[in-house]
């Protein structure tokens, strides 16, 4: 009896062609077995091999593209975190640096005008604040000096109030802008405590407990300080400084805003899925 020769190993090629030739053309097992010359058992078995690795195979990609998805998405969703910080009167970056997202945005784009621009950003921050500190701690000083009060801790003893000295700031930064000042804005308030004393706000921000008698003079005295700022050392650089944080908040955000509006980041980092 003659020996049976040895099929060789179907190859994936023909494999592939099979599934093809199944599921597109309609061939049956039977049919394929017979025009290639194969036992129909091995071209069934070498069907379903094809369609299980195919199936790994979507499988395999379909993860793949979540997961680039949902890395894009988190980079996006940090560039708004981002942008969120930039754009706020008293933002900072230091929670945000400790994130890991942060080296990974950086890794995706290196050439960014963005990073130079939100070290600037920074530096322009820190020198505000210093100003800022410098200026608050003078106002603080030539109230309590010019009224003879001194600064309470507690809101109903007579002197003057912390709030003093935000109100100061806020007022300060929206003059250097041009805009209207705090006391254009809001105005005094003054509310009895009890017989003889009244407190006095401007806006929202505590100003002093004073005597009923002293009222007028107290607004008066901190309408004038506030007045002042514009002549004294420091206020140009304050403008000029705000100037500047705002162009360069502005070309951050248009960076920032490039990201989120195109969903792909190009470049690679560490935590790419691939």
């Keep these: 009896m003659p020996r049976r020769m040895r099929k060789p190993a179907v190859r994936r090629e023909l494999r592939r062609q099979w599934l093809r030739r199944y599921e597109e053309d309609g061939e049956s097992p039977p049919k394929i077995a017979s025009a290639d010359g194969y036992d129909v058992r091995t071209v069934r078995k070498q069907i379903e091999l094809e369609r299980q690795e195919r199936e790994r195979r979507e499988a395999r990609a379909t993860v793949l593209r979540q997961a680039l998805e949902q890395h894009y998405a988190d980079l996006c969703a940090f560039a708004r975190k981002l942008d969120l910080e930039v754009t706020a009167e008293r933002g900072t970056l230091k929670m945000l640096q400790s994130d890991p997202m942060w080296s990974a945005l950086r890794e995706h784009l290196p050439r960014s005008a963005m990073w130079r621009g939100l070290d600037r950003w920074e530096r322009l921050v820190g020198e505000i604040e210093e100003l800022m500190a410098r200026m608050e701690k003078r106002f603080e000083e030539l109230a309590s000096s010019r009224s003879g009060l001194k600064f309470s801790e507690a ?21 250097a802008q ?53 002549t004294w050392e420091g206020h140009d650089d304050l403008r000029r400084l705000l100037a500047e944080l705002k162009r360069v908040r502005e070309a951050v955000h248009d960076e920032l805003l490039l990201v989120t509006l195109r969903r792909v980041v190009p470049g690679r980092c560490r935590y790419c899925p691939v």
């Design 155 to 175: 809101m109903d003893e007579v002197g003057l109030n912390r709030g003093i000295v935000p109100a100061m700031a806020s007022h300060s930064r929206a003059v």
């Design 178 to 230: 041009e805009e209207p000042g705090l006391d254009e804005r809001v105005g005094f308030k003054s509310q009895r405590v009890d017989e003889r004393t009244v407190r006095v706000a401007l806006g929202a921000y505590g100003i002093a407990t004073v005597p009923d008698d002293r009222v007028t003079e107290v607004q008066n005295l901190v309408r004038g300080l506030l007045a002042e700022i514009t």
